[in-house]
């Protein structure tokens, strides 16, 4: 089953003409994901919530705008969670492992997506 929401992608093709558009939109959201998402589980591990709340909140736009729905959720769900307090380091840790789960597969998706 497909992370990502096909009608996203093919709005995001409706925008332009030219390629370059949806395949410079992929290239930034895998390189976030190649360089941010560690610095998740890193930011958790030294117990620095606000850039993990930063992170969170920054994955939630950028998967958003690329179709990748639950990844969104995750990271909602995350910054909520930082943000005030709940769900104790365990929830989040468990959090962050699925966001990394998801963010891997719309990767890999993502990259087929490219002309």
């Given amino acids: ?3 990502i929401d096909t009608d996203t992608i093919d709005y995001l093709r409706s925008l332009s003409t030219d390629a370059s558009f949806l395949n410079n939109l992929i290239d930034a959201f895998v390189r976030d ?3 941010e998402i560690p610095q998740m589980r890193l930011a958790y591990e030294q117990k ?3 850039l993990l709340k930063h992170l969170a909140h920054k994955h939630k736009s950028s998967s958003r705008n690329l179709g990748v729905s ?3 959720a995750l990271c909602l769900n995350l910054e909520y969670m930082v943000r005030e307090g709940n769900g104790g380091l365990p929830t989040v840790a468990k959090k962050i492992e699925a966001i990394e789960e ?3 597969k719309a990767v890999d998706e993502l990259l087929l997506l490219k002309n």
């Fill in 70 to 72: 639950r990844m969104t």
């Fill in 1 to 3: 089953m497909s992370v």
């Fill in 48 to 50: 620095k919530m606000d």
């Fill in 33 to 35: 994901v190649r360089e």
């Fill in 102 to 104: 998801e963010a891997y």
